[in-house]
């Protein structure tokens, strides 16, 4: 069973950085692409980056290209997203997803019902 448990939200301040780690547990990934979304109160679910497992691409969302970086340690099992020069709009709750790679291709990578797996969540709030 895909398990996903995210870490390292918080409270910072604008122009401060976070980094969140994403677990990933239940199977291998090397066909799956994980992404990370966030939802702010009253809006809906918004991408924000994705990495294939394996390979090297990553896809970013305009808002915070620049800004955030999505990587991987595959020894660790864990996806991270380095957010760096933060906004008071990036507050948010910061979601890690997974799905395979055949399934994201298909219906796009920034499309978040098109992830099967999510994590619980990590709130994210940046104070002005």
């Known amino acids: 069973q895909v398990q996903l448990v995210e870490s390292g939200g918080g409270l910072v301040q604008a122009g401060g950085s976070l980094r969140l780690s994403c677990a990933a547990s239940?199977?291998?990934?090397?066909?799956?692409?994980l992404g990370w979304f966030r939802q702010a109160p009253g809006k809906e679910r918004q991408f924000v980056a994705a990495?294939?497992?394996?390979?090297?691409?990553?896809y970013y969302a305009d808002s915070v290209k620049g800004r955030f970086t999505i990587s991987r340690d595959n020894t660790m099992n864990t996806v991270y997203l380095q957010m760096n020069t933060l906004k008071p709009e990036d507050t948010a709750v910061y979601y890690c997803?997974?799905?395979?790679?055949?399934?994201?291709?298909?219906?796009?990578?920034?499309?978040?019902?098109?992830?099967?797996?999510w994590g619980q969540g990590t709130q994210v709030t940046v104070s002005s």
């Open positions: 997803a997974a799905e395979h790679s055949d399934v994201v291709r298909v219906l796009g990578v920034m499309t978040h019902s098109g992830y099967r797996y």
């Open positions: 990495m294939r497992w394996s390979g090297s691409n990553t």
């Open positions: 239940g199977r291998t990934f090397d066909t799956y692409t």
